[in-house]
């Protein structure tokens, strides 16, 4: 038999879609579960009108950066929302989903032998779609704060990646953090990564993007995503924002790989840009507030987490449980139907966690879920 590829072969599963994939088959089988793994929120969103679309335009390629009329709404948004700057027609490119966005921009800047530095609890997908890339993954333990970055660059270092508003944890990065970041940047000549699928998940209007303290894109590359800020995440609709020399690389990759994202989704969006904020914003606004009761719900019952304040996840404790975090969540869906994400996906750092999504659920499930957590990692210690 012909040999495969060892990279890929090596590449680990995507944890949390393994564990929602177990979802999956037990409903199949007719259980109920309750799922807290899901990497979305549900929002109650109507399906606009598609009489308006240019037909039979949408049914055809679009432009491979991305429909202008989007990326203009892209732009005005960013503006207005949080004072970052880009030309629509050089500096940014839509995508299918922020995940193909983050890959086709490792594959832009990275050569074999490469390391990029991130900090663990990791987004599952970093370390992995870095070993796609022939480079070498480098995780920070996740107890480092920013200010300890620096001792992982080596000669080999071209990136560090940070996800802002973080996910598996919610923690948000402070101005001055960033600042710190784009300095260590600039002093070893790296791309600083700067993945803000989640930036509206952050209510209070202290979110501070990558993009606004390098306003020439000179080490900054901003990632965001409609997909997951509108609640629409099946849409997969995603962009990259960076000077025009990265976004002409990853032009070239995305028109070999996608060609464009879907026309019509793009059209979709674009006509409907500001009638879906309306309708998704206060939803948002409701997803943080839970999230936050939950927080104190946790506080309550002695569960511990790694602190942060948006997003719709928690990175939860399951010391002093004997369990490995992979045989926690396995029992917790076997015996009691609840899915949650075993931290071992997100660094060799933090199998003594698990990731808690807040996002699909209501107040009274996901307190139900927790008790349930809190009695599993009781039983096991």
């Known amino acids: 038999m012909p040999a495969l590829s060892q990279v890929v072969t090596d590449s680990s599963e995507a944890m ?20 807290m793994s899901l ?30 009329e989007l990326r203009v709404k892209l732009a005005e948004y960013f503006a207005s929302e949080y004072d970052v700057r880009f030309d629509v027609d050089k500096e940014i490119i839509v995508t299918a989903g922020s995940k193909a966005a983050i890959h086709m921009t490792l594959m832009s800047i990275l050569n074999p032998g490469d390391e990029v530095v991130y900090s663990e609890p990791a987004w599952v997908s970093y370390p992995e779609q870095i ?3 022939y480079a070498s993954p480098v995780g920070i333990p996740y107890e480092k704060s920013v200010y300890e970055y620096e001792a992982y ?25 960033l600042e710190h970041l784009l300095e260590i940047g600039r002093r070893h000549d790296l791309w600083i990564l700067s993945d803000e699928a989640y930036s509206d998940f952050l209510i209070d209007g202290s979110f501070v993007s990558l993009g606004r303290l390098d306003p020439d894109k000179r080490n900054a590359v901003i990632f965001n995503s409609m997909s997951k800020n509108y609640g629409i995440s099946g849409w997969r609709i995603g962009y990259a924002i960076a000077n025009q020399r990265l976004i002409d690389n990853v032009l070239k990759v995305n028109q070999h ?16 840009f500001h009638s879906l904020l309306e309708i998704t914003k206060p939803q948002i606004r409701d997803v943080v507030c839970k999230r936050k ?33 992979e045989e926690f969540c396995t029992r917790l869906l076997e015996e009691d139907l609840i899915s949650v994400v075993p931290g071992a996906g997100y660094g060799a750092s933090c199998d003594r966690f698990v990731r808690v999504s807040v996002g699909t659920a209501s107040l009274e499930e996901n307190q139900f879920g927790l008790r349930r957590i809190q009695a599993l990692i009781q039983r096991t210690s």
């Open 16 to 35: 949390s879609i393994k564990y929602n994939t177990k979802v999956y088959e037990l409903k199949q089988r007719g259980k109920k579960v309750l799922v």
């Open 293 to 325: 009761q939950l927080a104190e719900y946790m506080d309550q019952l002695g569960l511990t987490y790694l602190p942060g304040a948006a997003t719709f996840y928690f990175f939860v404790s399951i010391a002093p449980s004997r369990l490995t975090s």
């Open 131 to 133: 070993k796609l890339c």
């Open 153 to 177: 660059i080596t000669p080999k270092t071209k990136a560090i990646i940070i996800n802002n508003p973080h996910n598996p944890r919610g923690y948000v990065f402070s101005q001055a953090e």
């Open 257 to 272: 790989l996608i060609t464009c994202p879907a026309t019509i989704l793009e059209w979709y969006l674009a006509r409907h």
């Open 39 to 68: 990497g979305e929120a549900y929002f109650d969103i109507p399906l606009f009108p598609m009489e308006d679309l240019p037909y039979p335009e949408v049914n055809h390629y679009s432009h491979s950066r991305g429909i202008v």
